[in-house]
């Protein structure tokens, strides 16, 4: 071999299957073979590992490489390893829940408030902190156990602390409580001395202080007991200790810290699932007919796989051969199965039904619909929702207010509380450290927005940032476009009127096989309209588009004309009488044009792009959520104001073009309205972006539009139904979060600081304080994951 073997094993068994090398043939050359999968060189010979393969012989440098070439031979020998991009792992990059903007290349803490770190896209691997946390969180637990009964045995008729000698057990108790001080409490300590480095006090910066203080405090009187007055010693001379509760206070924010790492794990479990939509094979067709399942990672851009019944779609790609019902609904939410036959779009993850389909691979790794959902549900677990600035603004000056209050409390318990004042000093400071720590606080939002954003995605809502979350739950107006979003966006033929003289299946087949030869979306459905009629069409000839009045030519002989009255009164043909059938047809919201034979008035055929079955209830619930609903279009006033009483709108601007709508939602702006604007995303991104809300409507091609906030996965209205209940239902769980955060830490420090005991003689102990801290975090986070269950 011509390098070194250990450098063969490590290429071989290199992650990605493929270390970015293009394709060489197998076979030897002056320089020896080259290696099919990671494109080292090797020398051929009796001893080098080969494998023949459509007629020519690879050869590869490790057993490694060798194993991934007989799992996908076609990839490497066809050279389409070297077309698949090396891109970083998902995950790979890691962000601090509560301030985004802190992105690292690996595990941490947070230097602004200590909070671990987190993949930016969830993975399936354990917490590395999780896993540390639990460990210490047992030694802490298997410490504080013993501990407790030595120090309140006598409560519960073990008086271990009689039996031991108070001496021995002071020293039993140091024994225990210095290896979780000094390795469990570790992180603590770590975090709280960064706290304060970087000028940023937070939870960390208290809990260390409450710790720190009563386990030195403990060490002074265990060991240099004299330098304490008289008063505070008992009969042996020793003075009480702390170590008990800095050991169970530990224990207590492991418990807290751990539930809420699994918590904080279980809010990504929406985005885990998305990710397990995509199956870890496909079924590759291999250009002599044969087929094999291949690793997904292997498929490229052009490949021609096959999806079975009950299969996922393994990548975003267009039918070529088959037809079968998709299930769509984990991407849209729409629950309908959609029919799909030779050149429509499938998108990955989605679920084959019951028929057998060939399609060829448009779309595949990151640039999938799907991947693209997973990065913009990451992204939006990365923003900040504006009501999180009053959370952030309290913080600032919490932690240095906390600290003058536990000196306050210290001080005033020294100065005119009872014996001995100096302990109960101590436990009233340590107790509103350890209470006050405002994990809660900076908790409230982003396990709100990282919740709210992964149940969005199940039901095809995808938030952008969680400002336009917040400010969805508070629109008033809605503005939506007629085509594709309160209809079907695909005309269909709906009626075909004949004179007397003509039969209507006559006025069709001329009629169809005319607009054979138009690009006229209107002629797709005339053309299909008569299809499903089991009209046999014939062909066209000298056919003419005349531009802004419909189109004519020749079919087998006859002269036929179709178009508006423009085109018939250039051709000298009286319209009059059809033309209140053409009125009345128009005023149903159609689309009628009129039909000519060999010179002479033959009938009128009428196009309706219909409205969709969905779109009469959603316009009803907006309404009960008190929208306002604008349609903007620019169809014509008739047609548009059919459809708008039909379904009950609010208001109809017609003939509106892509460059009026910014227009429409400045002066709707200007009187005060909060707006929501949806739009496909490509001519209407100036207005989706002055709106307040832009919310992209789109199946799959405009996913990640830059200019909305959310994308509507599905493209009809009952879509902005579900975002709207999903924005108010996170909205009130933000503010039931920060209700519950900023009420607890208002009622926990004065009781903490002791303000009850002269009246009720109540004084919280530290451990108290410690097991309350870790609820109130808990229970801000068990409050969140409910959204998980909102129905939308």
């Known amino acids: 071999m011509t390098q070194d073997a250990h450098t063969h094993h490590h290429h071989g068994d290199h992650a990605d299957g493929n270390c970015g090398h293009t394709h060489m043939q197998g076979g030897p050359d002056e320089t020896g073979a080259r290696d099919p999968v990671c494109g080292m060189s090797v020398t051929p010979g009796p001893d080098a590992r080969s494998r023949d393969y459509d007629g020519q012989t690879y050869y590869f440098c490790s057993e490694g490489c060798q194993t991934k070439f007989d799992g996908d031979p076609y990839f490497y ?35 602004i408030c200590g909070m671990a770190l987190e993949p930016t896209v969830p993975s399936d691997e354990p917490s590395e902190e999780l896993t540390d946390f639990t460990r210490r969180l047992w030694a802490s637990a298997i410490a504080a ?9 006598d409560v519960v008729g073990l008086p271990v602390r009689d039996w031991l000698g108070h001496q021995t057990a002071v020293y039993l108790e140091f024994v225990l409580a210095t290896p979780v001080v000094l390795w469990a409490a570790l992180p603590f300590f770590q975090r709280g001395i960064n706290s304060v480095a970087n000028r940023s006090p937070n939870m960390w910066t208290l809990i260390s202080l409450g710790v720190g203080a009563a386990y030195l405090y403990s060490l002074v009187a265990t060991f240099l007991p004299g330098v304490f007055p008289e008063q505070y010693r008992n009969m042996g001379g020793m003075v009480g200790t702390y170590f008990e509760a800095a050991v169970v206070i530990v224990a207590l924010v492991f418990v807290g810290q751990v539930l809420e790492l699994r918590a904080r794990e279980r809010t990504g479990d929406a985005i885990k699932a998305l990710m397990d939509l995509a199956p870890k094979t496909a079924r590759r067709i291999l250009p002599d007919g044969s087929e094999y399942d291949a690793p997904l990672e292997n498929i490229v851009a052009g490949d021609l796989l096959r999806v079975r019944p009950g299969d996922s779609v393994p990548v975003d790609g267009e039918v070529v ?3 079968s019902a998709i299930d769509e609904s984990m991407i849209t939410g729409e629950s309908v199965p959609i029919e799909k036959t030779g050149g429509d779009r499938v998108t990955g993850g989605t679920i084959n039904k019951n028929g057998t ?22 992204g939006a677990r990365r923003s900040k929702a504006p009501i999180q600035g009053l959370a952030d603004r309290v913080s600032e000056f919490f932690v240095p207010a906390v600290v003058v209050v536990a000196i306050v409390a210290f001080v005033t318990w020294l100065m005119i509380g009872p014996s001995p004042a100096f302990v109960f000093a101590i436990a009233a400071a340590v107790s509103v450290l350890i209470i006050a720590c405002p994990c809660a606080l900076g908790l409230a939002t982003p396990i709100s927005i990282t ?14 940032d969680a400002e336009a979350l917040e400010r969805m739950a508070r629109v008033d107006t809605l503005i939506v476009d007629k085509t594709g979003t309160l209809t079907e966006g695909r005309p269909k033929l709906t009626d075909v009127l004949a004179l007397e003289s003509f039969s209507e299946d006559e006025v069709l087949v001329n009629t169809a096989a005319l607009e054979r030869g138009s690009e006229h979306p209107l002629a797709d459905a005339i053309v299909e309209g008569a299809r499903q009629r089991g009209v046999n069409t014939g062909t066209a000839s000298d056919f003419e588009a005349v531009t802004g009045k419909g189109v004519t030519g020749r079919v087998e002989g006859r002269a036929v004309a179709l178009g508006n009255v423009g085109l018939m009164q250039s051709l000298g043909i009286a319209t009059a009488p059809l033309d209140d059938k053409a009125d009345a047809l128009r005023s149903e919201g159609k689309t009628a044009m009129y039909v000519a034979l060999d010179g002479r008035l033959a009938g009128l055929v009428a196009v309706a792009d219909p409205i969709k079955e969905t779109t009469e209830a959603a316009i009803r619930e907006l309404h009960r959520q008190g929208l306002r609903v604008i349609m903007a279009t620019g169809d014509n006033q ?10 009950g709108i609010d208001e109809v601007r017609a003939g509106v073009l892509p460059e009026d709508k910014k227009a429409l939602v400045d002066e709707l702006r200007a009187k005060g309205a909060r707006i929501a604007m949806a739009g496909d995303g490509v001519n209407d991104a100036p207005a989706l972006a002055s709106a307040d809300v832009g919310i992209a409507m789109g199946t799959g091609a405009d996913v990640a539009v830059d200019s909305a906030g959310l994308t509507l996965l599905g493209g009809d209205l009952s879509g902005i139904v579900r975002a709207r209940k999903l924005a ?3 909205l009130r769980n933000i503010k039931q979060n920060l209700f519950f955060a900023f009420f607890y830490n208002a009622a926990g420090v004065p009781v903490a600081a002791g303000i009850l005991y002269p009246v009720f003689g109540l004084l919280l102990s530290p451990m108290i304080a410690a097991a309350a801290m870790s609820f109130s975090s808990v229970s801000v986070i068990t409050n969140a994951l409910r959204l998980r269950r909102v129905k939308l």
Do not use: F, Y
Request: net charge positive; glycine share 12%; charged share 20%.
């Open 77 to 111: 020998a066809s050279g389409n390893a070297g077309k698949v991009e090396q891109s970083a792992a998902p995950g790979s990059l890691w962000t601090c829940p509560m301030h985004p903007e802190i992105v690292r290349d690996g595990p941490g803490a947070c230097p």
């Open 145 to 153: 156990v013993p501990l407790v009964i030595l120090t309140m045995g």
């Open 321 to 323: 051969d088959g037809r």
């Open 357 to 378: 389909l060939a399609i060829r691979a448009t779309d595949v790794g990151a640039d999938t619909v799907l991947a693209q959902i997973v990065d913009m549900v990451a």
């Open 451 to 464: 919740t709210a954003a992964g149940r969005g995605a199940q039901a095809g809502v995808l938030i952008k």
């Open 638 to 647: 008739r047609t548009a104001e059919a459809v708008a009483a039909r379904l």
């Open 728 to 730: 108010k239902a996170t």
